[in-house]
């Protein structure tokens, strides 16, 4: 019974954590703003009520695997604990070393992701593991956990590949993950909320977007970065058509705010 009582607890956290990312995105997105943001929409046409529910569904199943591995790692009852580099005093390591290993996570997950990515787009190996998620061509907010199971374990890996790598404390465990929810949520929400010209921006064009993540759902080939773009540029994978589309989104912000503009002027 403690056991069960233990991976329940895991589970509440991965899914109760996920579900609240995702729902505050999609209503506010999807049922508040709409009307008033509808034409700011990466792709212009809306997912259908049945990819809601066929993104949720896989979202679940993947939640249970997610919580699975962070069971198996991190519990105080399972002897996988001992052999990671969990530490539990944060003075051990120090303050400084504490925030330090955050960009070092990003780096090491960003890494994992894109070569892991890429290796799923193999045609030997996409309808099997990744087809399930490029289900969404128009992704939502609940498309962030939208995996095949196959899938989701590549997905868990990357917890103990980080937990086997660098000396970790709880703390920095519960706030990657609770970004790294945020920022895949935000990479499938259908908007995109940098400003125009980011993906100039000397600091921007290493920036993962969700207008980068959207196309990339879209035409199934290129952008497979998670958090930036270094990989993507260095590599090639990077789309040709990534900032006239980016362009084409904000300004299609601009324009709509210009004939806004133009017809009060008239009517005066």
């Not at 895991?10 to 034409?39: D, Q, S, T």
Request: hydrophobic share 50%; proline share 4%; glycine share 4%.
């Amino acid at each position: 019974m403690p056991v069960i009582q233990s991976w329940i607890s895991f589970f509440l956290v991965v899914f109760g954590r996920y579900v609240l990312v995702a729902f505050i995105f999609w209503i506010l997105f999807y049922k508040i703003k709409l009307h008033k943001i509808r034409y700011r929409k990466i792709q212009k046409r809306l997912p259908s009520n049945k990819d809601f529910a066929r993104e949720i569904t896989y979202s679940l199943i993947s939640s249970v695997i997610l919580a699975t591995v962070g069971y198996v790692c991190i519990s105080n009852n399972n002897i996988v604990r001992s052999y990671t580099k969990i530490y539990t005093d944060i003075s051990t390591k120090g303050w400084l070393y504490f925030w330090l290993a955050f960009p070092i996570m990003f780096f090491l997950h960003d890494a994992y992701f894109y070569f892991a990515h890429r290796l799923m787009h193999h045609p030997a190996l996409f309808k099997w593991v990744h087809l399930i998620h490029h289900k969404s061509t128009n992704p939502s907010p609940w498309a962030a956990f939208a995996f095949h199971p196959l899938e989701a374990v590549v997905e868990a890996a990357i917890l103990p590949i980080l937990l086997f790598t660098i000396p970790l404390h709880f703390f920095h465990i519960l706030l990657f993950f609770l970004v790294m929810i945020v920022y895949n949520v935000y990479g499938h929400l259908g908007w995109e909320l940098y400003p125009k010209n980011f993906h100039k921006h000397w600091l921007g064009k290493w920036v993962n977007t969700s207008i980068n993540h959207n196309l990339h759902h879209q035409y199934f080939k290129g952008n497979y970065g998670l958090y930036f773009l270094w990989w993507d540029r260095w590599f090639g994978t990077i789309r040709k058509d990534y900032d006239s589309k980016f362009e084409e989104v904000k300004s299609r912000v601009a324009n709509i705010k210009n004939v806004a503009i133009t017809n009060l002027h008239h009517a005066d």
